[in-house]
T-cell receptor, first 113, second 109 residues
């Protein structure tokens, strides 16, 4: 398994500002992902964070709104840019450590006023 | 895109009862995963299934990978209050997972 930590665990932000969420894994992993989970909803994949290259975004998510960095095999950041109340959600970092195994961090709870 | 139908949406059961939930899809998946999420936490992996027809247990939890590769079920036997939470299924292909909408389980002592 993998132990994943995220910072911050929660934040309250003003609209128009940006927030960067950090994800740290206790071991090197090939694949890292960022998900969004809106209140009472399922998990939606935002993007796959690729080490050394640009992230791969899912339909409906763009780099200008959700820039992602992945400088090495244990760390990634997700920025939520120019926030609006619709961005209020839980943002989850996830990693894949082998075939079919996928683990999640504790999440970052974001409220945009 | 690929979509999963997870049912039931919610369950209210008495402690000690058995629970069954399932996921179906119109698409084939190579891996099925089952997660539990408690309030304020991220999803925790319960069981991973890698082969059609596979039946795997984890304590009181048992999950099966459907032979058509388009469905999976999760059973919880002799439920206890700490089983409360939201259970998600996920179908995975090429490392990318698609999640069901979750089954919210409430266990009455």
């Amino acid at each position: 398994s993998a132990v994943i930590s995220q910072k911050p665990s929660r934040d309250i932000c003003q609209r128009g500002t940006s927030l960067t969420i950090q994800c740290q894994v206790d071991s090197q992993v090939t694949m890292m992902f960022w998900y969004r989970q809106q209140p009472g909803q399922s998990l939606t994949l935002i993007a796959t964070a690729n080490q050394g290259s640009e992230a791969t975004y899912e339909s409906g998510f763009v780099i200008d709104k959700f820039p992602i960095s992945r400088p090495n095999l244990t760390f990634s950041t997700l920025t939520v840019s120019n926030m609006s109340p619709e961005d209020s959600s839980i943002y989850l970092c996830s990693v894949a450590t082998g075939v079919g195994t996928q683990y999640f961090g504790p999440g970052t709870r974001l409220l945009v006023l | 895109g690929q979509q999963l139908n997870q049912s039931p949406q919610s369950m209210f059961i008495q402690e000690g009862e058995d629970v069954s939930m399932n996921c179906t899809s119109s698409s084939i998946f190579n891996t099925w995963l089952w997660y539990k999420q408690e309030p304020g936490e991220g999803p925790v992996l319960l069981i991973a299934l890698y082969k059609a027809g596979e039946l795997t247990s984890n304590g009181r939890l048992t999950a099966q990978f459907g032979i058509t590769r388009k469905d999976s079920f999760l059973n919880i036997s002799a439920s206890i209050p700490s089983d409360v939470g939201i259970y998600f299924c996920a179908g995975q292909n090429a490392g990318k997972s698609t999640f069901g909408d979750g089954t919210t389980l409430t266990v009455k002592p």
